[in-house]
Structures are given as structure tokens and as C-alpha cells.
């Protein structure tokens, strides 16, 4: 009988990594899942303490610690490792320290032969799958980053509470850089099909442009702040990574807001930020081009700007 093995390697057995590990088990969202950190012996304990909840799980997902080379004939490589900021480092400074880990990564990864869709998590997360995608050599469509997946689900979240409304009947999008420079554009945001701006200018609705920058301000602060009261993020973007994982094994064709390479889409080349895509199997079918309004079209291209400058800055050398 032929088998059709669904296989992720982790890269990075951390908070983020486990997270993603711990709902990936119980989701049943692959079949065979091998970890690898610099720390082996952390890879060799977090697989021991999955393994022994398997007899409670639906799943009978194989998992364990393993080697580069276990890349060979993976589906996906998922990378969440990266290295802390050390006190007084700059963000540049930082970002050329885990440029130089994706390097050590990213190199053996694509000596093991392997040849799937790398998915990656580490921030910040537009740059980071822009050297994984320069390193690898790979075809762009098959490099995806988190991008603002997670904020899009935060923001469809705040709305549907403010709202009152199943989240998933709220079809808005957090686009551009993962961080400070991302956006709502409202012009995009919908209730089913109805613009969310014109259900706010009804006056028997209590959401008011006032409520709509609060809530976009609170989705962008969302990590610090969750930062501040309990040091790190970790289980929602687990989960934003199971459901990105799926669409790529379901063949599901979802749209997605991940980080893809701009080829020519608003105006853009080269960059990599967080865009609606619809996803599948093969990666990134097409990058999904929203009728921006000139406002939002400037707000997109400064937040490429951004991106755009920190990846110069870096000078790759050797990069390919
Ligand atoms: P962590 O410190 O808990 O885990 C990082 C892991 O990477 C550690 O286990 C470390 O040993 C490993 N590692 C370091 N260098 C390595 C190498 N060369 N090879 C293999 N493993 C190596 O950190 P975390 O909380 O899991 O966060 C991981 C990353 O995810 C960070 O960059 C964080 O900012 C990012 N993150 C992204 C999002 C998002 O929305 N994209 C959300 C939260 C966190």
C-alpha cells in the first residue's frame, strides 16, 4: 500500500515550537513530526514528553528528536529558533545574529535534499522568511512566513467581541510588516458582505471610527502586552501555525494572511510582508491583491519601506 506520510521537521524546540508541537498533536495535523534545537537534550525531552501523551491522544503521530538529515523527505520544515536579545543589543545587531543561525539552518536543510515548503515563525518574521527563502534558493511560493496571520485572528476576534458576531463571519485582514508598522485596512473589512464601515455610520450600531482605531491599536499592541504579563507569546501562535499547516496538507486553498514574497503585487518586488494568500499544497497558489483605497496604499508601501530598508541594512554577504 502506498503511504502518504504527512511529515514536519521543527526547527527550534522552544515556547513558540512546542506550542506549535503540543496543537499539532492534538490536532492530529500531521503524522510524523521530528524536533531539533542546538539543545538536544531539550529536543530529546519535549519528544519523550509528547510521546507519553499519545496513549491519551486521537493521534498516532510519530514523534521524536532527530538530525538534519531527517529533512530528506519531510512536507514541511518549520523553523521558530532564534536567539534572545542580549541587554543594550540593537535590533539590527540582533537580526545579523539570527541571520547568521538561519544560515547554520537553513544551509544543512537544504543539503539533507530537502525539497517541501518552509514555514517560518522567528522574528521579526517578514525578514526572517526573506533570508530563508535567499538561503534556500528556493521557488518564493514555496517559502511562507507567519506574517500577520495571528494579528488577523486577534483583530476578527476584538471585532466579533465589539460586534457581537462569530468571528468567523468578520472577514478583515491585518496586512503589511509583522509589527509596528502593520494596518487594518478598513476599507476591506466586512461583516458577511456588508462593509464594516457602513455598519458603523448606522446609528443604532455603538462602533464608532474611535472604536475601530482602538481595536487596531489593541491588536498591534496585543504581543507587548501579553509580553509584559507573562514574558512571552507562544500558544496562539502555535496555533495560527497548526492552521497554516493544514492548508497546506488539506490541499485546502485558504486564504491566509502569511508573509509571501511581493512579485509585482501592490506595486511591490522582492519585499516579503504579511498579505491575504490563498494557500494550499504547493505553498503560496497567489498572493490575493486587496482594492486598497490611496490612504491604505501608502500605509502598505511605507510598512514595505520599512521592511524593505532593515533587509539592505543587513548585507547579507554570500546571500544568495
Ligand atoms: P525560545 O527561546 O523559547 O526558543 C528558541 C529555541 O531556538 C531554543 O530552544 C533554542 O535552543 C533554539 N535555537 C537557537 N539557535 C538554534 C539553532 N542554531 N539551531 C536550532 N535551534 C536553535 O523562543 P520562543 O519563545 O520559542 O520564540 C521563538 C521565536 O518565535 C522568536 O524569534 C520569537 O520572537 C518568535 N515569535 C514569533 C511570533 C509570530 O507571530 N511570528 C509570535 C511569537 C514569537
Redesign the pocket.
Known amino acids: 500500500m502506498a503511504t502518504d506520510k504527512r511529515k514536519v521537521v521543527l ?7 512546542m506550542s506549535y508541537a503540543y496543537a499539532l498533536l492534538n490536532q492530529s495535523a500531521c503524522d510524523e513530526l521530528v524536533l ?4 538536544r537534550e ?1 529536543a530529546r525531552g519535549e519528544a519523550m514528553d509528547l510521546n507519553h501523551g499519545l496513549a491519551f491522544s486521537s493521534s498516532h503521530m510519530k514523534i521524536c528528536a532527530g538530525e538534519y538529515r531527517d529533512c530528506a523527505d519531510a512536507d514541511i520544515v518549520v523553523i ?5 536579545q542580549k541587554p543594550g543589543e540593537s535590533r539590527l545587531n540582533l537580526l545579523q545574529r ?1 541571520a547568521e ?1 538561519f544560515r ?2 537553513v544551509d544543512p536543510v537544504g543539503e539533507s535534499g530537502f525539497n517541501g515548503i518552509f514555514l517560518v ?3 521579526p ?1 517578514d525578514i526572517m522568511t526573506r533570508i530563508t527563502c535567499s538561503l534556500s534558493g528556493f521557488n518564493p511560493r514555496r517559502v511562507l ?2 506574517g500577520t496571520a ?1 494579528d488577523t485572528a486577534r483583530l476578527r476576534y476584538l471585532l466579533g467581541n465589539h460586534l457581537s458576531v462569530d468571528p468567523r463571519n468578520i472577514h478583515a485582514y491585518v496586512i503589511g510588516e ?1 509589527g509596528d508598522s502593520e494596518f487594518v485596512p478598513w476599507s476591506q473589512a466586512m461583516l458577511a458582505t456588508k462593509p464594516i464601515r457602513e455598519i458603523c455610520s448606522q446609528p443604532d450600531i455603538n462602533c464608532s471610527d474611535a472604536d475601530l482605531n482602538r481595536i487596531s491599536d489593541e491588536v498591534r499592541g496585543a ?1 507587548q502586552e501579553i509580553i509584559k504579563a507573562k514574558k ?3 500558544y496562539g ?1 502555535g496555533m ?1 501555525m497548526v492552521r497554516i499547516t493544514k492548508a497546506i496538507f488539506g490541499d485546502e486553498n485558504s486564504v491566509l494572511t502569511v508573509s509571501a514574497m511581493l512579485r509585482g503585487e501592490y506595486g511591490e518586488n522582492g519585499v516579503f510582508a504579511g498579505v491575504p494568500c490563498i494557500v494550499n499544497r504547493s505553498g503560496i497558489r497567489k498572493v490575493l491583491e486587496l482594492p486598497l483605497n490611496e490612504e491604505e496604499q501608502k500605509k502598505f508601501k511605507d510598512s514595505c519601506g520599512t521592511l524593505q530598508a532593515v533587509y539592505q541594512d543587513l548585507n547579507l554577504e554570500g546571500g544568495r
Open positions: 526547527i527550534g524546540a522552544g515556547m513558540v515550537g531539533i534545537d542546538l539543545d531539550r521558530c529558533a532564534g536567539v534572545a539570527n543561525v547554520s539552518i515563525a522567528t522574528n518574521v512566513g507567519t495571528l509583522h504581543a512571552a507569546t507562544y501562535i495560527a
